[in-house]
């Protein structure tokens, strides 16, 4: 009943900008943080950058500078603009909610589809 639709990426040279959309909707109460996560081929999936309800923010150190969360509470979405993008940002860049389905429910984890990014050297 809850879903998370990610959007916004695509191919582009290096140094080039994207920015991603993720809009959560379903049956939600409140949400406690979103995040985007990404995986290359054959290695492991990494946090990107979250951001609390509240508007506190992490980043991994290898996209600091570079990339900015941020959300739109009222609509249940976040964004990832990501500048001076690099090679080695080519990945699946996956959107993750952690919220409460209904007031008494436990928070539980939420994962979006996915979204491709392509940076070209």
């Known amino acids: 009943q809850v879903q998370l639709v990610a959007s916004g990426g695509g191919l582009v040279q290096a140094g080039g900008s994207l920015r991603l959309s993720c809009a959560a909707s379903?049956?939600?109460?409140?949400?406690?943080?979103m995040g985007w996560h990404r995986q290359a081929p054959g290695k492991q999936r990494e946090l990107v950058a979250g951001i609390t309800s509240v508007g506190s923010t992490n980043y991994a150190d290898s996209v600091k500078g570079r990339f900015t969360i941020s959300r739109d509470n009222a609509k249940n979405t976040i964004y990832l603009q990501m500048n001076s993008l690099k090679p080695e940002d080519t990945a699946v860049y996956y959107c993750?909610?952690?919220?409460?389905?209904?007031?008494?429910?436990?928070?539980?984890?939420?994962w979006g589809q996915g979204t491709q990014v392509t940076v070209s050297s």
């Open positions: 993750a909610a952690l919220l409460f389905p209904t007031s008494t429910d436990r928070p539980r984890n939420y």
């Open positions: 379903g049956s939600i109460f409140r949400v406690n943080s």
